[in-house]
């Protein structure tokens, strides 16, 4: 077992979160800028993110960064655009 550390950083302030299988989901409670969660899951498989970005429609196109981190070490960083509701799968490889 692994420690995943989850850092979502959005372009404009939207409500963020983020759900792994079988864990509980980390949800910012307002409109935020970042957030930040933490998940032990099995670092032989590692389970896929689930990653939503609720930005004002009306502010255009955004963006929503996702990095993950084990033991400090980046081993994924992506970045998803959209309008309104930005929801994306990550998949994490093996640290």
Do not use: I, K, N
């Given at each position: 077992m692994a420690a995943y550390d989850i850092?979502?950083?959005a372009s404009a302030p939207a409500r963020l979160a983020v759900r792994v299988a079988n864990q509980p989901?980390?949800?910012s409670t307002g409109p935020a800028?970042?957030?930040s969660?933490?998940?032990t899951m099995n670092a032989a498989e590692?389970?896929?993110l689930a990653v939503f970005a609720n930005f004002d429609p009306a502010g255009g196109n955004c963006a929503?960064?996702?990095e993950v981190r084990?033991?400090?070490k980046t081993i994924s960083d992506s970045s998803f655009w959209g309008t309104g509701l930005v929801e994306d799968v990550v998949a994490i490889p093996n640290p």
């Open positions: 850092l979502l950083t989901s980390a949800e800028t970042s957030l969660a933490s998940f590692p389970e896929d929503l960064r996702v084990v033991a400090g």
